[in-house]
């Protein structure tokens, strides 16, 4: 039987006398004569439970609501509930069994709702199916903006009438409802900080997605996030507010691996309804980013009343002397990303004597003008990447100054009178060569709270320890000496640390600052994670006393270094070794130390020439949760290690996703058994699965006999292949397939000698789904290889 529909709209904000008269209505059951809501309630579930089989479309929810006190029955298969929401919020609250995300339309999927909303009637030529196309553009896969649209055309053939529907009367009407129907989501936020902040946006996110890291500053330096005892919460506030914000709908967040770090955008439909809620606001701003712009705009555009103004990602040239603009409250100018400007007027800032934020990051303007050290008010000034600025004037009447970003430029010195900026609470000096910034400058800058100093001159532990207000280090320090002592003088306080320690750091991280100038977003990516970091290059780290809070270890040419069975801390989370010659192993598990390992997520082993042993056994461990959250496994260039896991391990390796081995010249064997332990491991039945799997890479292996060793039968994919002319050895034979979430398989050069292990191979391609990625290249001189691509 055919289940009953029902759907009330629950309008804002829900009553629940309103909803069960409502509801009763649909459903047919009487309530009028009842005012007691409790007793309502209890007749409404007993008619909704009665049904055979019933669907309650609750539309248009926008806060939580106690199904209970409605009426409406939990846990009865007989009655299915479904709820259309704006706020995930609403989702969560209610503990729905499962959310349908209705996300805005890629383009070809928005025109064929567009068609079907217009109708079969409605018959277009193909004149006019082009200009369909672009009045479905307008609205940019938004369902909401297709459903108005559509209404208002449909039934019109007329190409004129199709014209005029992309600049007329119809889209103008049509604007109108989406943004009747788009303002309660912004009505919806209440809080005007949230609303402050949906507001701020559209200066930022146009065109193009931005690095939320990056909008997260911007909200800070701007005010909208109010003053609180710690930078951390006010960071923290500001990514609940972009959260919130993505919640309901009005921000679209979205991951990025190459960054690190989250992406925002803004739908073009919903940026059209902020800058008119500004309009109507009076709050004037001027927005043109990335469009190809060569000038500024005219002397008419910069008007009195103008609060913003962003010109970001453009080609302007220069600002010509004697342009000033009279701009009394302006705020902000960003005109970041502009890499062809070189020159800005002396007296372009003289009209502007509000501003509080200047964004001239990643320009190659070659000096500053004037007028910039007489904007009294500034609280922000933002000179990131600036390639061709190697000096800063007087800053001391920039007395309101709290942010002050030189990285990755071509400062020589820090100015003078930087000291007299009793205010300043950011100052970055990454990746530049500045030089100047001694320790008596320091103790009278004792606001800090974020510091990044360049790759060199190392500084001294005790240096620091005046800032005591640090949430944010980075820092060189020449040896381990050092930093142990700025480690002694934190006395309990963890600040976020990024520290580099060795003598000749600057040729090793060279690379990243080029690569940061080629894409502002990566200047935030050390900021992505919440853990401190350590990089040791070329030093002694036999000394080091690592605290337990830093969660991301780098070792590079530390070749002193046999073995680093007492260095590791507690909570370690990152860990990557590059060109340890002298390594040979990597540590020993044991009962006293097998939870060292415990954290570990990613592990990253690189051209370490003489590591023979990863992980040497002591007694009987019990392995416990050793690797249980490693994700990550790579291994490269390491010509004398010959076994990696031990089998009692393999269980752990239950969140493994990625494996790597390259470059490995005497490796046999991947999981390893000893031979005293082959006996006991025959009888066991179970079969240790690497069930999360996604991606196994195995390249340059020429030795490489088994992917498990002894008798085990591992449940785990299996592909292998070699660029050189040695044959591998990879015994495919009793290989149990299991890669229900494999991904990628690369299998490429493979040579080889007998029929079967063909057939074996693709007896195991054969098994993988049929959406696992399989790149296949056998070796051209091989014969039996050309029956089989059949």
């Given at each position: 039987m055919s289940p009953d529909w029902n759907r009330p709209t629950v309008s804002p904000p829900p009553r629940v006398r309103d909803m069960q008269s409502s509801i009763s209505k649909a459903v047919g059951v009487e309530l009028s004569y009842e005012d007691d809501e409790n007793k309502r309630a209890a007749q409404l579930s007993k008619g909704l439970a009665g049904k055979k089989k019933s669907v309650l479309i609750l539309d248009d929810v926008w806060d939580y609501i106690s199904l209970q006190e409605v009426g409406i029955p939990v846990g009865v298969d007989r009655c299915t509930v479904l709820f259309t929401t704006r706020a995930l919020a609403v989702c969560r609250q209610l503990g729905c069994q499962r959310k349908i995300e209705i996300r805005c339309l890629p383009p070809d999927e928005s025109y064929e709702l567009f068609k079907k909303n217009l109708g079969k009637e409605t018959t277009l030529s193909s004149e006019v199916e082009t200009i369909s196309r672009l009045v479905a553009d307008r609205c940019v896969g938004l369902p909401l903006a297709i459903t108005i649209m559509t209404r208002n055309i449909k039934g019109v053939t007329d190409i004129h009438q199709w014209r005029n529907a992309l600049r007329g009367h119809i889209q103008k009407k049509a604007d109108v409802e989406i943004f009747q129907k788009l303002k309660f989501s912004y009505d919806y936020l209440k809080d005007t900080t949230l609303q402050?902040?949906?507001?701020?946006?559209?200066?930022?996110?146009?065109?193009?997605?931005?690095?939320?890291?990056?909008?997260?500053?911007?909200?800070?330096?701007?005010?909208?996030?109010?003053?609180?005892?710690?930078?951390?919460?006010?960071?923290?506030?500001?990514?609940?507010?972009?959260?919130?914000?993505?919640?309901?709908?009005?921000?679209?967040?979205?991951?990025?691996?190459?960054?690190?770090?989250?992406?925002?955008?803004?739908?073009?439909?919903?940026?059209?309804?902020?800058?008119?809620?500004?309009?109507?606001?009076?709050?004037?701003?001027?927005?043109?980013?990335?469009?190809?712009?060569?000038?500024?705009?005219?002397?008419?555009?910069?008007?009195?009343?103008l609060l913003r103004v962003s010109q970001k990602g453009n080609q302007i040239k220069n600002i010509p002397l004697g342009f000033s603009p009279s701009c009394s409250k302006l705020t902000t100018l960003l005109l970041s990303e502009n890499r062809d400007l070189r020159y800005i007027g002396d007296s372009f800032f003289k009209g502007m004597p509000g501003l509080k934020i200047l964004d001239l990051s990643f320009s190659h303007i070659e000096s500053l003008p004037c007028s910039v050290y007489d904007l009294v008010n500034l609280t922000t000034l933002l000179l990131s990447g600036c390639r061709e600025l190697r000096k800063i004037g007087s800053v001391e009447k920039l007395r309101a100054l709290k942010k002050l970003d030189l990285s990755l430029s071509a400062v020589e010195e820090v100015p003078q009178d930087i000291a007299m900026l009793s205010k300043l609470t950011y100052l970055d000096l990454f990746g530049t060569e500045a030089k100047g910034l001694d320790s008596r400058m320091l103790a009278k800058l004792s606001h800090l709270q974020f510091l990044r100093l360049p790759h060199s001159p190392p500084v001294k532990g005790e240096e620091l320890a005046c800032l005591t207000k640090l949430e944010t280090l980075t820092c060189t320090v020449s040896d381990v000496v050092e930093l142990n002592n700025y480690l002694k003088g934190l006395k309990g306080r963890e600040p976020?640390?990024?520290?580099?320690?060795?003598?000749?750091?600057?040729?090793?991280?060279?690379?990243?600052?080029?690569?940061?100038?080629?894409?502002?977003?990566?200047?935030?990516?050390?900021?992505?994670?919440?853990?401190?970091?350590?990089?040791?290059?070329?030093?002694?780290?036999?000394?080091?006393?690592?605290?337990?809070?830093?969660?991301?270890?780098?070792?590079?040419?530390?070749?002193?270094?046999?073995?680093?069975?007492?260095?590791?801390?507690?909570?370690?989370?990152?860990?990557?070794?590059?060109?340890?010659?002298?390594?040979?192993?990597?540590?020993?598990?044991?009962?006293?130390?097998?939870?060292?390992?415990?954290?570990?997520?990613?592990?990253e082993l690189y051209k370490l020439k003489n590591l023979s042993v990863l992980f040497s056994i002591e007694g009987n461990v019990p392995y416990g949760s050793c690797f249980s959250n490693l994700t990550r496994f790579l291994i490269q260039g390491c010509p004398s290690i010959k076994r990696l896991f031990p089998i009692h391990v393999l269980p752990n390796l239950k969140n493994l996703q990625r494996l790597y081995v390259f470059d490995c010249l005497l490796l046999e064997e991947i999981i390893f058994e000893e031979e005293?332990?082959?006996?006991?491991?025959?009888?066991?039945?179970?079969?240790?699965?690497?069930?999360?799997?996604?991606?196994?890479?195995?390249?340059?292996?020429?030795?490489?006999?088994?992917?498990?060793?002894?008798?085990?039968?591992?449940?785990?994919?299996?592909?292998?292949?070699?660029?050189?002319?040695?044959?591998?050895?990879?015994?495919?034979?009793?290989?149990?397939?299991?890669?229900?979430?494999?991904?990628?398989?690369?299998?490429?050069?493979?040579?080889?000698?007998?029929?079967?292990?063909?057939?074996?191979?693709?007896?195991?391609?054969?098994?993988?789904?049929?959406?696992?990625?399989?790149?296949?290249?056998?070796?051209?001189?091989?014969?039996?290889?050309?029956?089989?691509?059949?």
């Amino acid at each position: 039987m055919s289940p009953d529909w029902n759907r009330p709209t629950v309008s804002p904000p829900p009553r629940v006398r309103d909803m069960q008269s409502s509801i009763s209505k649909a459903v047919g059951v009487e309530l009028s004569y009842e005012d007691d809501e409790n007793k309502r309630a209890a007749q409404l579930s007993k008619g909704l439970a009665g049904k055979k089989k019933s669907v309650l479309i609750l539309d248009d929810v926008w806060d939580y609501i106690s199904l209970q006190e409605v009426g409406i029955p939990v846990g009865v298969d007989r009655c299915t509930v479904l709820f259309t929401t704006r706020a995930l919020a609403v989702c969560r609250q209610l503990g729905c069994q499962r959310k349908i995300e209705i996300r805005c339309l890629p383009p070809d999927e928005s025109y064929e709702l567009f068609k079907k909303n217009l109708g079969k009637e409605t018959t277009l030529s193909s004149e006019v199916e082009t200009i369909s196309r672009l009045v479905a553009d307008r609205c940019v896969g938004l369902p909401l903006a297709i459903t108005i649209m559509t209404r208002n055309i449909k039934g019109v053939t007329d190409i004129h009438q199709w014209r005029n529907a992309l600049r007329g009367h119809i889209q103008k009407k049509a604007d109108v409802e989406i943004f009747q129907k788009l303002k309660f989501s912004y009505d919806y936020l209440k809080d005007t900080t949230l609303q402050r902040c949906f507001l701020y946006c559209p200066s930022i996110l146009q065109p193009n997605s931005f690095g939320k890291n990056r909008l997260v500053e911007f909200l800070v330096d701007e005010g909208i996030i109010k003053r609180m005892n710690s930078r951390m919460e006010e960071l923290d506030e500001a990514h609940t507010m972009l959260n919130f914000l993505r919640d309901v709908g009005l921000l679209e967040i979205h991951s990025n691996t190459l960054l690190l770090d989250k992406v925002v955008k803004m739908n073009e439909v919903i940026r059209s309804m902020a800058l008119q809620i500004m309009q109507e606001n009076n709050q004037r701003v001027m927005i043109e980013n990335d469009m190809s712009l060569t000038d500024l705009p005219d002397d008419e555009s910069w008007t009195e009343d103008l609060l913003r103004v962003s010109q970001k990602g453009n080609q302007i040239k220069n600002i010509p002397l004697g342009f000033s603009p009279s701009c009394s409250k302006l705020t902000t100018l960003l005109l970041s990303e502009n890499r062809d400007l070189r020159y800005i007027g002396d007296s372009f800032f003289k009209g502007m004597p509000g501003l509080k934020i200047l964004d001239l990051s990643f320009s190659h303007i070659e000096s500053l003008p004037c007028s910039v050290y007489d904007l009294v008010n500034l609280t922000t000034l933002l000179l990131s990447g600036c390639r061709e600025l190697r000096k800063i004037g007087s800053v001391e009447k920039l007395r309101a100054l709290k942010k002050l970003d030189l990285s990755l430029s071509a400062v020589e010195e820090v100015p003078q009178d930087i000291a007299m900026l009793s205010k300043l609470t950011y100052l970055d000096l990454f990746g530049t060569e500045a030089k100047g910034l001694d320790s008596r400058m320091l103790a009278k800058l004792s606001h800090l709270q974020f510091l990044r100093l360049p790759h060199s001159p190392p500084v001294k532990g005790e240096e620091l320890a005046c800032l005591t207000k640090l949430e944010t280090l980075t820092c060189t320090v020449s040896d381990v000496v050092e930093l142990n002592n700025y480690l002694k003088g934190l006395k309990g306080r963890e600040p976020q640390l990024y520290f580099e320690v060795g003598q000749d750091i600057t040729f090793y991280a060279g690379f990243v600052n080029d690569l940061l100038c080629e894409d502002p977003d990566l200047v935030a990516v050390e900021e992505a994670e919440d853990s401190s970091m350590v990089c040791f290059y070329n030093c002694n780290i036999n000394e080091a006393d690592i605290p337990s809070y830093f969660q991301d270890i780098t070792i590079v040419k530390c070749n002193e270094a046999r073995s680093l069975c007492n260095f590791f801390p507690s909570k370690l989370k990152h860990l990557s070794i590059r060109e340890c010659d002298g390594l040979e192993m990597l540590c020993q598990l044991s009962l006293a130390g097998q939870c060292i390992l415990e954290n570990l997520g990613y592990m990253e082993l690189y051209k370490l020439k003489n590591l023979s042993v990863l992980f040497s056994i002591e007694g009987n461990v019990p392995y416990g949760s050793c690797f249980s959250n490693l994700t990550r496994f790579l291994i490269q260039g390491c010509p004398s290690i010959k076994r990696l896991f031990p089998i009692h391990v393999l269980p752990n390796l239950k969140n493994l996703q990625r494996l790597y081995v390259f470059d490995c010249l005497l490796l046999e064997e991947i999981i390893f058994e000893e031979e005293e332990e082959e006996s006991s491991m025959a009888e066991t039945k179970e079969t240790p699965c690497l069930s999360r799997l996604r991606i196994l890479m195995l390249c340059d292996l020429p030795e490489l006999k088994r992917f498990c060793g002894g008798r085990t039968t591992c449940g785990i994919p299996v592909s292998c292949f070699s660029r050189n002319s040695n044959t591998p050895k990879l015994r495919l034979d009793g290989v149990a397939v299991c890669c229900n979430s494999l991904s990628k398989v690369q299998l490429s050069c493979f040579v080889f000698e007998k029929k079967h292990a063909v057939c074996q191979c693709f007896k195991f391609l054969n098994r993988c789904p049929s959406e696992t990625k399989v790149k296949l290249s056998l070796a051209d001189q091989n014969p039996v290889a050309n029956p089989v691509s059949k």
